[in-house]
């Protein structure tokens, strides 16, 4: 047995996020031309209602973002790491957005655009308070403060009610993300699944030390012996699900539990307020659903 009890697709777009405003504020008569690079940004500014002229990476977006999804116009500029820069230059954008950890595009960029820089991810200061920061500020670049206050109001609302449709009493949750076959990705504080977990109330099992981005990278022997129902996050590396469902010490970590491990869809690790809905959506359908069975 592979161990995993599949979580299948929840068409979260409705759920998770509220009904996309108008894509200006209300003293300005014509919408910004922006894009961003990073896509916690992109993914913000959609949920805002904005409608970026251009994104990167678009199928890669669809794979680990997911939700929500981006609008059919909107350019595909190439990499992250290494945008079209010609297709840039015909596009007549007002702002390009990029995150620290684009920042050595900058130089380049502002020769096309007005360059704006806006981060989440510090160490240890990765929390609710930081991610409803994060949207006010995205907000106010792009004229969508009403907007910001109406989708964090109703994030807040939604998280409560997921929050009720708990057990009153769950396992410290282990949430892991599969580089390859002997290594994993194990999110703790500072990840924006953490967020999640604290906005539910569901405690995380590991308590050891992460990055700034909210993970430790590290092998599957150090998973033995921490009490927690392990929570596996897609999308998988190719070959990992087949070689899981014969690996005996891969069994053996989920018996030690005590719980069946559970499989859930992807959420952008590095993601913002929509990522943390996406997600605190997915694990509690994932959680009360087990309780269920």
């Not at 592979?2 to 405003?21: D, E, Q, R, Y």
């Not at 002229?53 to 999804?69: C, F």
């Not at 595009?105 to 994060?134: C, P």
């Not at 939604?158 to 009720?164: A, R």
């Amino acid at each position: 047995m592979l161990g995993f009890k599949l979580i299948a697709s929840l068409c979260l777009l409705a759920s998770t996020l509220v009904t996309p405003a108008l894509a200006e504020d209300k003293h300005s008569d014509t919408p910004l031309r922006v894009m961003s690079i990073d896509w916690s940004q992109t993914e913000t500014m959609i949920a805002l209602g904005i409608k970026p002229v251009a994104s990167a990476q678009q199928s890669d977006y669809n794979d680990w973002v997911r939700s929500p999804k981006i609008p059919a116009e909107t350019v595909d500029v190439g990499l992250r790491t290494q945008p079209n820069l010609e297709r840039l230059s015909e596009l007549e954008l007002d702002t390009i957005f990029l995150s620290p950890r684009f920042s050595s595009l900058e130089t380049q960029l502002s020769r096309i655009a007005t360059v704006k820089i806006l981060g989440l991810y510090k160490v240890g200061e990765v929390n609710w308070d930081a991610v409803t920061d994060f949207t006010r500020r995205m907000a106010k670049e792009v004229k969508a403060v009403s907007q910001a206050e109406q989708l964090i109001a109703d994030s807040e609302q939604e998280l409560n009610t997921l929050k009720g449709k708990l057990p009153a009493e769950l396992a410290p949750v282990l949430l892991v993300q599969f580089m390859d076959t002997k290594h994993v990705r194990v999110f703790g504080e500072n990840s924006i699944y953490k967020v999640a977990l604290n906005q539910l109330g569901i405690q995380n099992a590991w308590d050891k030390e992460t990055n700034a981005w909210g993970f430790n990278l590290t092998g599957i022997d150090k998973l033995q012996g921490i009490a927690g129902q392990i929570v596996v996050i897609e999308p998988l590396p190719a070959g990992v699900k087949e070689h899981l469902a014969q690996d005996q010490y891969w069994q053996y970590l989920v018996k030690q539990t005590g719980y069946p491990s559970l499989l859930v869809e992807p959420t952008w690790s590095f993601g913002g307020l929509p990522s943390a809905l996406r997600f605190a959506n997915l694990i509690t359908a994932a959680l009360t659903e087990e309780v269920t069975q």
